[in-house]
């Protein structure tokens, strides 16, 4: 079935676009998506793998608060590629 098996949905609204706990291939993973908007493309609380995002809008590029891996990045912005208080 190549590879269906491993894509797992749970609680997910697309009208409210509310994602508990999603699976995309093996290692990606949706942890509890909060207060998702697609207007605004905004993450409350979302978990990709072992990547943990707090507040992240696609729209501006604006992440805060993001752990990748152990590192952790208070204020990241992709758009004028400026990073703050990364440990």
Do not use: P, Y
Not at 49 to 59: A, L, P, Q, T, W
Not at 77 to 84: F, G
């Amino acid at each position: 079935m190549e590879g269906r098996e491993s894509n797992r949905l749970e609680s997910v609204r697309i009208g409210s676009n509310r994602f508990e706990s999603v699976r995309i291939g093996k290692s990606d993973r949706i942890k509890r998506v909060a207060n998702n908007r697609l207007g605004s493309n905004r993450f409350e609380s979302v978990r990709i793998g072992s990547n943990r995002f707090e507040s992240v809008r696609i729209d501006s590029n604006r992440f805060e608060s993001v752990r990748i891996g152990s590192n952790r990045l208070e204020s990241v912005r992709i758009d004028s590629n400026r990073i703050e208080s990364s440990g």
